[in-house]
């Protein structure tokens, strides 16, 4: 699309099966898709209401799209059987590499039909994709083996080299009860709890010009009292105290919420 709304290129991509396709990223030249091992299925609508389940035999791979390009200029890079529900953010290299970092559940749809809880716990895993060469498998290194999932960044780094991501813990039990600050320059993660609460994504709003300068907020679901509140962080002190606990009144917001800003008009 140009910015102006225009459409200049519209394809189809062909796959190796009937994935579920959650999410995909972009970069400054190409977009990214996850041709992955969970599939639609009829037979899983007999058992449940969602019709998708783990299929650890289907191949599972990465497909790089020039912008602008066709179906046959499509760069398909193999990786391990696997599921990724999100991507965090993906890059080129000085050298021309595509960087592509996801939330990987190892398994997922196999024992819970209903989504990625129940089989396996997702780590951060970076996938190197060589575009400036000819092979055909993705480098893959595991950068964070904490349970993380609903990865976001600020929208400045978007498809570019980043330092900063904030997830939320998902481990199988408890799930989600912890959001987590990544440095990816230094390896460490910061955490913050809620009180026995559940985090939904949070979602960056910037204050200034630092990757890390600006507000978390998230949508926090106490179980206890079956309320939800709104939390604002500051993302660069993510361990202190919130810098505001707004409750909504009279429901809650399901957990798993995504979210989005948009800057007030002037």
Excluded at 43 to 72: N, Q, S
Aim: net charge negative.
């Amino acid at each position: 699309m140009s910015p102006s709304g225009k459409l200049l290129n519209q394809i189809t991509v062909p796959l190796s099966g009937m994935t579920q396709i959650h999410d995909m990223s972009i970069t400054k030249n190409y977009a990214i898709i996850l041709d992955l091992s969970v599939v639609f299925s009829a037979w899983a609508l007999l058992k449940t209401t969602l019709p998708i389940k783990w299929d650890g035999k289907k191949d599972a791979r990465v497909g790089v799209i020039p912008k602008g390009g066709k179906a046959e200029d499509i760069r398909w890079f193999d990786v391990a059987p696997c599921y990724a529900y999100h991507t965090m953010n993906a890059y080129e290299t000085e050298g021309g590499d595509v960087i592509l970092d996801v939330s990987r559940y190892e398994k997922a749809s196999a024992k819970d039909m209903y989504g990625p809880l129940g089989d396996t716990e997702p780590t951060i895993e970076r996938w190197v994709l060589p575009m400036s060469g000819s092979a055909k498998e993705a480098k893959e290194e595991r950068m964070f083996a904490l349970p993380l999932d609903f990865p976001k960044i600020s929208a400045a780094v978007e498809g570019r080299a980043y330092r900063y991501g904030y997830t939320v813990e998902a481990s199988l039990d408890p799930s989600f009860d912890r959001a987590v600050k990544l440095d990816f320059d230094t390896g460490e993660a910061q955490y913050q709890a809620f009180d026995g609460g559940m985090s939904s994504e949070m979602t960056f709003v910037p204050l200034g010009p630092g990757e890390d300068e600006g507000w978390l907020m998230g949508f926090v679901f106490q179980t206890k009292l079956q309320r939800s509140r709104l939390v604002i962080l500051d993302a660069a002190n993510f361990e202190e105290e919130p810098i505001a606990s707004i409750w909504i009144p009279d429901q809650y917001v399901p957990i798993g919420t995504h979210g989005g800003w948009l800057p007030a008009p002037t």
